[in-house]
């Protein structure tokens, strides 16, 4: 069936909206440059390690994200390098979980709510008018995380699952959680649901509805989804010696901060989404509007268990923010529906009504985004002195690429670097790492008796740090994660107190027009890397 005219025109106006913002919070964040060293090491050296030149090379799994890192290394394969592909597999990302809530929502009210849905009307483009002008997800549009990809899937797998498409859903299913482990939350508690407010009932009003359950499609369903994930688990197990991630021994101590950050995570998201909003909903809130509802739920649960994180704008929530959107327009359609069948002569106002609500509530977002955008901006990225803004985020990532790109270009290939932040430095400079935070170290994470920071200003997943001796053992060139960065050079009181004696300061000049600031490291003072400590 053709779309409205409405639904034309609220599709362009949908598009432009989506093009401007996401094009307004551009940036690469500099964890993605994680999963792009990864990426770069498979498609130029076939082999999934961030040390790749060090004998044997370092097998630890530092990335959650292994079908994003294969999908980067297949670009870069034919040209395409991973920070030039990564924004626009994102870009895709936000712009497909749009699209996946439009139809989760178009195939929930007729499958579930009983309406009569047909052709595309303004109506059913109230989540999507909503999204784009929301900040928690145009932000991941860009960032170079495979977190709005990983959204879109799950969307997706929720709503192919309500359509009965249920091969595609295994299938998307299985992705996302390739994508990013934490899906499988949203997708079970998603299955559960629906189990809840619609098998389970089916089954009890009618006990003949189990002999015309599709078992033959069910059974094909359930091997699309467990084959690739049960055969990424073996393969895991086989390469890196491992059932989970290392990010998931360096990252569990985030619990310990559940009361502290994982709170005000949680609330900056409740801040910034603003679901309260729905609350004039309520009275046409029922059971089947849990297939939305709980899954949202149990990913800010899972956001708070987790001890949240430092980044601003909720990367974490990315899919409950799509729910929510979703259950706004869902619960108006249905409010709609309400007053028409009392009043049929208003169908074509309440309908017109209901589309208004929706513009004013997109409005609203709009307006709030641009203040959200301009505080970033003059807050110098750090919001509210505890969350990594995009402006922050992007600085960071630049200073990293500029000094790693120096690297490469001036200090030997067998370099042995220490660093703080694994992403884009290493990334640009190709030379080898020691993670001080453990994330790509394949030791750091079991050393015995590591103290976790459970300082209510802690950074979750940054509560391990590489011991002196570890770190003194390992003897790198260059001690970066004890380093500076400054518009001025460096002076003692910089200095780590356990790097003090027989170490001298490393600086990387500023270059005017590239890089502001110094960017200095520690080095031993009897050791020549590169230009550093060189007689002149």
């Given amino acids: 069936m053709r779309p409205s005219a409405g639904a034309v025109v609220l599709v362009l106006l949908v598009t432009v909206g989506f093009v401007l913002h996401a094009r307004a919070w551009s940036f690469l964040c500099d964890d993605a440059f994680i999963s792009f060293r990864y990426a770069a090491n498979l498609a130029e050296h076939g082999s999934l390690a961030f040390n790749v030149h060090i004998d044997p090379p370092e097998r630890v799994e530092g990335y959650t ?27 895709l990302g936000a712009a497909a979980a749009i699209a996946a809530v439009t139809w989760l929502i178009r195939v929930a009210r007729r499958r579930l709510s009983g309406a009569a849905v047909g052709g595309l009307s303004a109506v059913d483009l109230i989540p999507a008018a909503v999204l784009v002008a929301q900040p928690e997800l145009m932000v991941w549009a860009h960032s170079g995380l495979e977190s709005s990809a990983a959204a879109a899937l799950v969307v997706a797998a929720m709503a192919a699952w309500l359509d009965e498409r249920l091969r595609t859903s295994a299938g998307l299913a299985a992705a996302a959680i390739l994508t990013r482990p934490d899906a499988a939350l949203p997708i079970a508690t998603c299955g559960l649901a629906w189990l809840a407010v619609v098998g389970a009932p089916q089954v009890l009003r009618d006990r003949a509805a189990l002999e015309r359950v599709p078992w033959r499609r069910l059974g094909a369903a359930a091997a699309i ?59 046409w809130l029922r059971p089947r509007h ?9 990913m800010i649960a899972y956001g708070w268990w987790v001890g949240g994180d430092f980044m601003a704008y909720s990367r974490f929530f990315v899919v409950p923010t799509v729910l929510v959107a979703g259950a706004g327009g869902w619960l108006l359609a249905d409010a709609a529906a309400w007053v028409s069948r009392r009043r049929p002569a208003s169908e074509r106002v309440i309908g ?22 301009a ?17 922050a985020m992007d600085t960071f990532a630049k200073a990293g ?30 030379l080898q790492v020691v993670d001080a935070y453990g994330l790509v170290d394949p030791h750091i994470a079991r050393l015995p008796k590591l103290v976790p920071d459970t300082r209510a200003k802690a950074r979750p997943g940054h509560q391990i740090w ?48 590239v890089r502001e600031g110094y960017y200095c490291c520690r080095r031993p003072r009897d050791r020549v890397v590169g230009p550093f400590g060189a007689p002149r």
């Fill in 401 to 430: 690429l500029g000094a790693g790109a120096w690297m490469r270009e001036n200090l030997p290939p067998e370099t042995l670097i220490t660093v703080g932040a694994a992403g884009a430095g290493p990334y640009a400079s190709g």
């Fill in 466 to 513: 590489a011991p002196v001796s570890y770190i003194k053992k390992r003897d790198p060139d260059l001690l970066c994660h004890v380093g500076y960065r400054g518009a001025r050079r460096p002076n003692r009181r910089h200095v780590h107190r356990s790097f003090r004696h027989g170490y001298a300061w490393a600086c990387i000049e500023p270059e005017p027009g």
């Fill in 290 to 298: 849990a297939i939305v509802v709980v899954p949202a739920a149990a």
């Fill in 352 to 373: 017109t009504v209901v589309v208004a609500l929706g513009l004013a509530w997109s409005m609203a977002m709009a307006n709030t985004a641009r203040a959200r955008h």
């Fill in 375 to 391: 505080a970033d901006a003059e807050e110098g990225g750090w919001i509210d002195g505890r969350w990594e803004g995009v402006h």
């Fill in 225 to 283: 989804f467990v084959v690739p994930i049960g055969a990424h688990l073996l393969w895991r197990h086989a390469y890196y010696g491992a059932w989970v991630p290392n990010t998931w021994a360096v990252k569990a101590f985030g619990r310990l901060l559940r009361d502290t950050n994982g709170v005000a995570y949680v609330d900056a998201w409740f801040q910034g989404v603003r679901p309260w909003v729905l609350l004039a909903l309520l009275p």
């Fill in 65 to 91: 994200n292994f079908l994003w890192v294969v999908v980067l290394a297949a670009s870069a394969a034919v040209g395409v390098a991973p920070p030039t592909m990564a924004p626009l597999l994102t870009m």
